[in-house]
């Protein structure tokens, strides 16, 4: 039991699509918390029901006055349908987040605080100006908390300083590093975090950050690839990539490792892939929070089928696609106990600095791992 008081009745609002992560959420607060706390659900229903021109509303079904309110959303959930017109469409990004702003409405300020759990960041890949352009991502965020929202809770963000536009407000940029580096020792048994059997690859010059802190923790080599891109041409919004080009050390007979924030299309994975491959890399595993697969898996089981990938991790943050857990080459990382994890934490106001630096609890899974060897 932890020794602070809560800051208020703790409820969690699940957004349409995310019902079977809140549902995981629920049950490991609820094992947090029986032995001070007996309680059915933590979850508060709702309804976003649509009229048949497509608008919409939110009908919030219990009190949540003088609450700690979370929302788990999914803005990239296309899975979730709903009919305008009599027509079936796929709920957009831009769907998913008006439906955030509902509930929000809906509260109507009677919560003592709301947080947003927004794995993936709305817009946030569209986190900069380049031109005279839109700034989609510092305007969502400034909405939200306009609308009373305190603190925002996202996984690996594009670019975290996106948080900028609401410096006086709660952004926490949280890392999947542990639990990939968890679940890779337990699907790939001998694999080694030698640096001579291993590195890890950025696939372009964004991602570095987030490899300098694996290779960091882990102690190994880091490589990059750029993306040499054509700037006369623009094509589905953006100039295309005309070729990767790698940086770093030869990777010759050793596994490596390519992260990333998400997988799109998998058109620059596949490439930097088959380019390693072509260097005479061993085995290649994709660490990834979020597995979009915008163009369909088939491109991927092709790639595993000729030996390019071997493994890709990805969370279930977000909406997968059907058929992908059946893929033998992916593997999925569950990180609903950890949200549970900050979501206790938080409804106690205590710090969740520990939770956000996982460097003790990786150096103490590889220690246990090479002790279980030498037995």
Not at 24 to 44: A, C, G, M, N, S
Not at 70 to 79: A, E, K, Q, R
Request: aromatic share 8%; proline share 3%; hydrophobic share 35%.
């Amino acid at each position: 039991m932890k020794n602070t008081p809560i800051v208020g009745k703790l409820s969690i609002i699940s957004m349409r699509g995310c019902e079977e992560i809140t549902g995981k959420i629920d049950w490991y607060l609820k094992q947090f918390r029986k032995e001070y706390e007996e309680i059915d659900t933590y979850v508060t229903h709702i309804n976003c029901p649509r009229f048949g021109t497509g608008e919409g509303k939110c009908v919030i079904k219990e009190s949540v006055r003088g609450h700690d309110v979370y929302i788990i959303c999914d803005v990239f959930n296309h899975g979730v349908t709903y009919k305008m017109y009599q027509q079936e469409n796929h709920m957009s990004p831009d769907d998913h987040f008006q439906d955030l702003k509902r509930v929000i409405a809906a509260i109507s300020g009677k919560a003592r605080r709301i947080t947003v759990v927004m794995p993936m960041l709305y817009e946030g890949r569209q986190h900069r100006r380049m031109a005279r352009e839109s700034l989609d991502c510092a305007t969502a965020l400034q909405e939200l908390v306009q609308m009373g929202v305190s603190n925002i809770i996202t996984f690996d963000a594009h670019d975290a300083r996106v948080q900028n536009a609401i410096p006086l407000n709660g952004f926490d940029d949280v890392q999947t590093t542990y639990q990939m580096i968890k679940a890779i020792t337990r699907a790939v048994p001998d694999i080694s975090f030698d640096k001579e059997d291993i590195v890890v690859i950025s696939p372009d010059e964004g991602g570095m950050h987030r490899c300098m802190y694996y290779s960091s923790v882990l102690g190994v080599d880091l490589g990059m690839f750029y993306k040499r891109r054509n700037y006369a041409v623009v094509v589905d919004g953006k100039n295309p990539i005309e070729a990767h080009v790698y940086l770093g050390r030869e990777v010759t007979g050793k596994d490596v490792i390519i992260v990333d924030d998400m997988i799109s299309s998998g058109e620059s994975i596949l490439d930097v892939a088959g380019k390693l491959k072509e260097q005479g890399a061993k085995r290649i595993f994709v660490f990834t929070a979020f597995g979009l697969f915008c163009n369909g898996l088939e491109k991927f089981d092709e790639a595993y089928k000729n030996g390019i990938i071997n493994k890709i991790f990805t969370t279930n943050l977000i909406y997968r696609l059907p058929g992908l857990a059946e893929r033998d080459w992916y593997c999925e990382v569950d990180m609903s106990k950890y949200i549970s994890l900050l979501i206790d934490t938080l409804n106690h106001d205590e710090t969740i600095s520990q939770l956000l630096l996982p460097v003790k609890r990786i150096k103490n899974l590889l220690q246990k791992r090479e002790e279980e060897k030498q037995k």
